[in-house]
């Protein structure tokens, strides 16, 4: 008895000391991504996929699809094939480069992405005194990186004088650790789960009456479906029907909002983004257009595109 009670202890203390041991682990990663230089990350994914590819047939493979699916059924041309692959690397290192040095630092300014979210506010502004009390849905697309993209969400908020924003998404929460806590005045309303769904369209069209403005990714692929019928509305890309989500024209065009998509890049440690212009929800043909700005943004910036690669992408979606 004596024996198992001292086996138990024991093992005890082993889990508690590897438990200490990857926290600290953890913390020592944290820091040292919260210290990685914006001018690495490109230098730093290209070296780590392509080592990573060597044993990890995974890795290679994803890497391969990526590149063929650009190349062979897109026909984009000329691709770098090494860019191409690195893609997802890319975009975990860029997220937790800010998100660790956010939480290292308190706050942390990206005078590249604030300069983006200057240019936004601008054009809300011109809309606003233009169209008063018509709403702006802002849409960044699936590029470059999530934690980018909220970024720049969280400094329209604020040049635009908003205590909170009003973000929807279906990113799981929380990847690296309390998101809340680091971007208080982002309001995620997510897609997960149905006490998130249910009464998300009013959620939304709550906070188009109470700011005016709100966020929403009008370029999110069918293939993101989880448990739940997708809404999507048929249109046509790269030459072939295709669907994207039907989300942005129900809830919009009943308030007759303005759609403003854009997109980042992000190029030898330095952001940019490309703006397209307003888009009339309620207007016919407005899934058309929104399709034509998918498929420039995808043949522009193919190797930062989130979700490249997968074998369904716009062409799938069960039909509700």
Known sequence: M???QGAACVSNLLRGAMAYATRGARSLQGALLARLPPSSIERCAAIAT?????????????????YEIGRDV??????????????GMRE???????????LARGSEAWPDLNDVAATLAGRIRQLQASEPGRPVIVSPFHFVSQYANIYVIDELRAQLGLKSIAVVSGVPRDLYGDDHALIPGVEVLYTYGDDDRNGL???????????GVAVL??????FALHRYPMETVGVSL????????????RLGAPF??????????FERGRFSARLFDPLPLAEAGAAHRLARCIETAVADNYPDWLVAGHPSMYSFAPVR
Do not use: C, E, S
Request: glycine share 10%; net charge positive.
């Open 238 to 249: 790269f030459g072939r029907p295709a669907r994207i989500h039907n989300g942005v024209f």
């Open 201 to 211: 369209g009013l959620r939304v069209a709550r906070a188009l009456r109470r700011h």
């Open 256 to 265: 007759d909002a303005m759609l403003l998509p854009f997109y980042l890049r």
């Open 74 to 87: 897109l026909k984009l041309a000329p691709l770098q094939a090494g860019r191409v692959a690195a893609g």
């Open 217 to 222: 990714f009008a370029d999110v692929p069918p």
């Open 50 to 66: 392509a080592t990573l590819g060597l044993v990890d047939a995974r890795t290679r493979w994803q890497g391969i699809a990526r």
């Open 2 to 4: 004596k024996w198992r």
């Open 92 to 102: 975990k290192l860029i997220d937790q480069r800010i998100y660790f040095g956010r």
